[in-house]
């Protein structure tokens, strides 16, 4: 089974902080998204990436910067954390060429 | 216009009833057409997929793609509480973009 784990379930951190969100993938996927989920708007994609040390800019890149030193790992930065930064954030994976994203449970960011 | 939209509901039904949830979609180029559900609290989780036009069953889901209308539908015979949950859409083109593009789901509450 494909195993997406994310570093924590709930961080609650203070505006102004930097904000380290960790994604590990253990199927050898050469993809690996993160998007942020809010009520009435759905899932939006911040970034994408299809190789290491490759990404590219998903829907919404403003306040955030990733990370992919290794295959398996997808790291989300959030430089300088906002208030309007809380949200679910959620990591997925993929195969090239493979329709399914496989997701992780999500860690609750709130940003107080 | 949006490339997939998706009702939001919320959608409440009786145990037992038949649920009718659809997308529509703006990109004739997309291929694989999805459906994903996602619990409260989770991440979400691939339930069916179709590969271009028709029908597909598994239990009780049916998942239809009319291409000529852009218009994907699934359907829950003899709904249950346990398929309470957000479903969201999901669609992506053959070949081209790794990205899904997602609506923005329909949280279902089947009631005992």
């Known amino acids: 089974d494909v195993k997406v784990t994310q570093s924590s379930r709930y961080l609650v951190k203070r505006t102004g902080e930097k904000v380290f969100l960790e994604c590990v993938q253990d199927?050898?996927?050469?993809?690996m998204f993160w998007y942020r989920q809010d009520p009435g708007l759905g899932l939006r994609l911040i970034y994408f990436?299809?190789?290491?040390?490759?990404?590219e800019k998903g829907d919404i890149p403003e306040g955030y910067s990733v990370s992919r030193e290794k295959k398996e790992r997808f790291s989300l930065i959030l430089e300088s954390a906002s208030t309007n930064q809380t949200s679910m954030y959620l990591c997925?994976?993929?195969?090239?060429?493979?329709?399914?994203?496989?997701f992780g449970p999500g860690t609750r960011l709130t940003v107080t | 216009q949006k490339e997939v939209e998706q009702d939001p509901g919320p959608l409440s039904v009786p145990e037992g009833a038949i649920v009718s949830l659809n997308c529509t979609y703006s990109?004739?180029?997309?291929?694989?057409f999805m459906w994903y559900r996602q619990y409260s609290r989770k991440g979400p989780e691939l339930l069916m997929y179709?590969?271009?036009?028709g029908n597909k069953e598994d239990g009780r889901f049916t998942a239809q793609v009319d291409k000529s209308s852009k218009y994907i539908s699934l359907f829950i015979r003899d709904s249950q509480p346990s398929d309470s949950a957000t479903y969201l859409c999901?669609?992506?083109?053959?070949?081209?973009?790794?990205?899904?593009?997602f609506g923005k789901g329909t949280k279902l509450t089947v009631n005992p």
């Open positions: 997925a994976s993929s195969p090239t060429g493979g329709f399914q994203q496989y």
């Open positions: 199927m050898d996927h050469e993809n």
């Open positions: 990436s299809y190789d290491v040390k490759m990404k």
């Open positions: 990109n004739s180029a997309f291929q694989y």
């Open positions: 179709t590969y271009s036009s």
């Open positions: 999901a669609m992506r083109t053959q070949g081209g973009s790794e990205k899904l593009v």
